[in-house]
């Protein structure tokens, strides 16, 4: 994984949030790579661990989450416009150097 200092503009951190006691992924968390990581996304696996995700307790044993199981990933943000939403029609062009 990159330095928090490294990070250029569009990579964020994904992870599976997972309890410390019982070792169970009860949700993912996805955010900007910061000193200190804010989620900007939570995706709870059942919708009645929500109220737990939220105090940051496992909703089986009530134990703390943590942010495991980490990668980079590229965001890219940009507007996409009538030309980028349209189907792409005809074969590719050939490379000049395909053997």
């Given amino acids: 994984m990159l ?11 994904r992870g599976d949030l997972v309890c410390l006691l019982c070792a169970r992924s ?3 968390a996805q955010g900007p ?7 900007s996304t939570i995706r709870v696996r059942l919708p009645e ?4 995700v939220r105090r940051m307790r496992c909703p089986f044993c009530a134990g703390r989450l943590w942010l495991q199981d980490t ?3 590229y965001v890219d943000r940009r507007p996409l416009d009538a ?3 349209r189907p792409r029609r005809g074969r590719p062009p050939k490379l000049a150097n395909a053997s």
């Avoid at 661990?49 to 737990?52: A, K, L, P």
């Fill in 71 to 73: 990668e980079d990933v």
């Fill in 26 to 28: 009860v949700a993912s």
């Fill in 49 to 52: 661990y929500t109220e737990s």
């Fill in 3 to 13: 330095d928090q200092a490294e990070y250029p503009s569009g990579w964020e951190i």
């Fill in 33 to 39: 790579a910061d000193q200190r990581f804010a989620p």
């Fill in 83 to 85: 030309q980028d939403l």
